[in-house]
């Protein structure tokens, strides 16, 4: 079955809390309304036996209603009274006197009946064929006789009432049930406005236009705190996007350069070539522009690999000094071919948690940079010490620096600063990326300050294998390769 929609779930509910309420409110007013008016007709009852009994007179072995007929007060009284009105003789049952109208009922009750009344006085109901007649039943004693005197009064003014009571309520109770339901409904209807306007806002959304915001009412309320999270989410959906096309079109850019170059040397080639000495000259070029090539794809592929959580991070201890150690000495020719001075302190015994082959990556990474932007005569210098219980390794270099705009793009891909300025330097803005991401794999993070002109230095902070005991233990002499 289809499930109720949320209008229609809070229509009902509304309505079923109107119709409980209604029902106790019913309930409750019939119920007191029954009892203030038996309550009045017993009242009425025993103050009419009481004045009653006043006129009772026992007069040659009789029992008489003695009044003086001339007073209409006195007349009325008793012709009232008496209209339900009975007396029986305790000592044998029998009847004494009995009004005409409970004669033409036949209400009679056996000599039994007459002795279990006169034992236990009070109110008795009777039903007869005109209704229910309510009895106020007690004993009269005069002159050693004992008598049963019932006088009684019809029910049915009461149950009249109650009747048209309930009879209204039958109709009104509909009728406010059927306007709280429609009330309700158009109460649903607004409360739900403002959530049919932000789907009307989503349907409204796609790839082109992902700048649109959901409107907000400024209430603050549960739907402007959900419009809220959706415009979050459709900022970093923007976000990314705009990453997303940014990133193709440096892709394609990337690839066209060396792309068109080749072409442009094959056509010239095939046209003015002439010794085999020529072909070759071109051929070594063209290769060169393939290692190009092939080195951004393979670069491009490892970071689609790694966003796409295909690649295994290894998860064992690393000495970060021993690989640094390492790493340095395989740098150092490099260095030394461009006059750049490689200096290294790689402590001792610093150990980190992760994968060695992808902390190698970073390592070189950084310091391929470091000689790549530092001029001849310049120096490099790798560290890696132990500050606030975290490892961290520090690259730094006395190179051209990076200007403070571009400090917090570094690490996007592709994103070179000024290539104007590298245009003789190998490399197509992927490499910091790929340290990013490495370190944040390895739940560390990277830092970086540079001044241009003066140089820079990139801070990997690694978390240990285990609290390292003491800072001092990578304070070692430093160790300069070979
Ligand atoms: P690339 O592969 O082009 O070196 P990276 O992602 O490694 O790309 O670096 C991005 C940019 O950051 C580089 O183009 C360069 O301008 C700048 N950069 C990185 N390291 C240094 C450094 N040590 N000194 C100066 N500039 C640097």
Redesign the pocket.
């Known amino acids: 079955m289809k499930p109720l929609s949320l209008r229609t779930q809070l229509t009902l509910f509304y309505s079923l809390a109107v119709v409980t309420i209604l029902a106790g409110f019913v309930l409750l007013s019939y119920h007191s309304l029954a009892v203030l008016l038996e309550r009045s007709t017993d009242e009425e009852l025993s103050e009419r036996a009481a004045a009653l009994r006043g006129y009772l007179a026992f007069r040659n072995g009789q029992l008489l209603l003695a009044f003086n007929p001339d007073d209409p007060g006195e007349a009325y009284f008793i012709h009232n009274a008496t209209r339900y009105y009975q007396a029986f003789d305790l000592s044998d049952g029998s009847m004494e006197v009995q009004s005409r109208d409970l004669e033409l009922l036949g209400v009679h009750p056996s000599p039994e009946e007459v002795s279990i009344l006169g034992r236990q006085p009070g109110i008795t109901d009777v039903t007869t064929a005109e209704g229910t007649i309510r009895f106020h039943d007690s004993v009269f004693a005069t002159q050693g006789n004992l008598f049963l005197i019932r006088v009684g009064v019809s029910m049915r003014p009461v149950h009249a009432a109650l009747g048209q009571f309930t009879r209204a309520l039958l109709v009104l109770v509909p009728v406010g049930v059927l306007l709280a339901a429609l009330g309700g409904w158009q109460m649903a209807r607004n409360a739900l406005r403002p959530i049919r306007d932000v789907a009307a806002a989503a349907r409204r959304l796609d790839i082109e236009r992902l700048n649109e915001r959901m409107p907000m009412r400024g209430t603050g309320d549960e739907l402007d705190q959900l419009a809220e999270s959706f415009n979050h989410t459709l900022a970093r959906l923007e976000d990314a996007v705009g990453q997303m096309k940014q990133f193709t079109a440096s892709v394609s850019h990337e690839l066209r350069t060396p792309l068109t170059a080749m072409r442009g040397e094959a056509e010239v080639a095939l046209l003015e070539a002439k010794s085999v000495e020529d072909y070759r000259r071109v051929l070594a070029s063209q290769l060169e522009e393939i290692e190009r090539l092939t080195r951004i794809v393979n670069q491009l592929l490892t970071l689609a690999r790694a966003e796409a959580g295909e690649i295994r991070m290894g998860d064992s201890p690393v000495d970060l000094s021993a690989l640094v150690a390492s790493l340095a000495e395989q740098m150092e020719p490099v260095a030394d071919s461009r006059q750049v001075e490689l200096r290294a302190e790689p402590g001792v015994g610093v150990t980190v948690r992760g994968d060695a082959s992808w902390l190698e990556r970073v390592v070189l990474?950084l310091l391929d940079?470091?000689v790549?932007?530092t001029l001849p005569g310049g120096q490099v210098r790798l560290t890696v010490a132990v500050e606030n219980g975290q490892a961290v390794l520090r690259v730094s270099?006395t190179?051209?620096?990076?200007p403070a705009e571009a400090l917090p793009h570094?690490f996007d891909r592709f994103?070179?600063?000024e290539p104007s300025r590298?245009k003789n330097i190998e490399?197509?803005?992927?490499?910091?990326?790929l340290v990013k991401w490495i370190v944040d794999r390895h739940h560390g993070r990277i830092e970086v300050e540079?001044r241009p002109g003066q140089g820079?230095c990139f801070a990997v902070w690694l978390p240990p294998v285990q609290p390292l005991l003491s800072e001092s233990r990578s304070r070692t002499p430093s160790a300069q390769p070979r």
């Open positions: 990474n940079n470091a790549k932007f270099d190179g051209i620096g990076i570094i994103y070179r600063v590298s490399g197509v803005g992927l490499g910091l990326a540079s820079s």
